[in-house]
């Protein structure tokens, strides 16, 4: 299943037309513990790079932002019982949402894992 990445720090995982979003390792490690997931609704139809969802961690909130456009179609309830779980495994079980992908073209947007890695290098 190819990944891709977003200047944003989001990624998402595609199969069958459907993408799992979620935020980066990387993310993760910026935010420090995350207190608070705040999850969109499904059936939501969302624009590529529409703020979705909204991540809280002790230090800062920051937006989530959709890397394509689509149609809302699971959310990962267990994060709202168990936010930390965005630190335990970013970009695995803590997964925030599924879309299913409108357009995707949108894909050749995103980085894959080296260009995103490239990018972090980028970052300092």
């Known amino acids: 299943m190819p990944v891709f990445y977003t200047r944003d720090h989001e990624w998402i995982r595609v199969e069958n037309g459907l993408g799992t979003v979620g935020v980066s390792e990387h993310a993760q490690e910026q935010l420090g513990d995350v207190v608070y997931v705040e ?28 890397p394509v456009s689509g149609k809302v179609v ?29 357009d995707p073209s949108e894909l050749s947007s995103l980085m894959t894992p080296e260009a995103y890695a490239d990018y972090l290098a980028t970052l300092g």
Do not use: C
């Not at 703020?51 to 932002?65: D, F, G, L, R």
């Not at 168990?82 to 970013?90: C, E, F, I, S, T």
């Open 74 to 102: 699971a959310v990962n309830t267990a994060l709202a019982d168990n936010p930390a779980l965005v630190n335990d495994d970013a970009e695995g079980a803590a997964w925030f949402y599924r879309i299913e992908i409108g």
């Open 39 to 66: 999850l969109p609704e499904v059936g939501r139809v969302v624009k590529a790079h529409e703020q979705v969802a909204v991540v809280e961690s002790v230090k800062a909130a920051s937006e989530v932002y959709s």
